[in-house]
């Protein structure tokens, strides 16, 4: 997913000149064009959790707490020494096709279009450039 991750600043950021420590490069939210953003962060008990009926490999897991998070005018301090991997790591071509299991997937997108996005707009409302899908 191209603009899953397509992050603000991005160019800034990689073209920053490295210092010592960490600093705020950009504060940034998950409008557009950058909707579909799946910034991972740490966050406290105050932020909206992880939807745990989701997984990775039904794909769009990310999308529904992004939601909630723009939903709740949320902020990302993007750092300008911070680089982050998640577990299962950079995907190639050969691992990303390799872990597509159709089933999963077309389930997960029927959980979130059914029943997860239909609770999210009753408890959190909706806001102009908030978008789930």
Not at 28 to 40: A, C, D, L, S
Not at 72 to 90: E, K, V
Request: charge should be positive; charged fraction near 30%; glycine fraction near 6%.
């Amino acid at each position: 997913c191209p603009q899953c991750h397509k992050i603000p600043h991005s160019k800034e950021w990689l073209e920053a000149k490295i210092k010592p420590g960490l600093n705020v490069l950009h504060v940034g939210k998950r409008i557009k064009p950058f909707q579909h953003w799946e910034p991972i962060y740490i966050g406290t008990h105050q932020e909206p959790l992880y939807d745990e009926r989701l997984s990775w490999e039904g794909r769009s897991d990310k999308m529904a707490q992004g939601f909630k998070l723009c939903l709740s005018n949320y902020q990302f301090h993007i750092l300008d020494n911070a680089f982050l991997i998640h577990r299962p790591g950079i995907k190639t071509k050969k691992t990303l096709h390799s872990a597509i299991d159709k089933k999963k997937i077309e389930a997960q997108n029927v959980l979130l279009k059914k029943t997860i996005f239909p609770e999210i707009k009753k408890l959190y409302g909706a806001r102009k450039g908030c978008e789930m899908f």
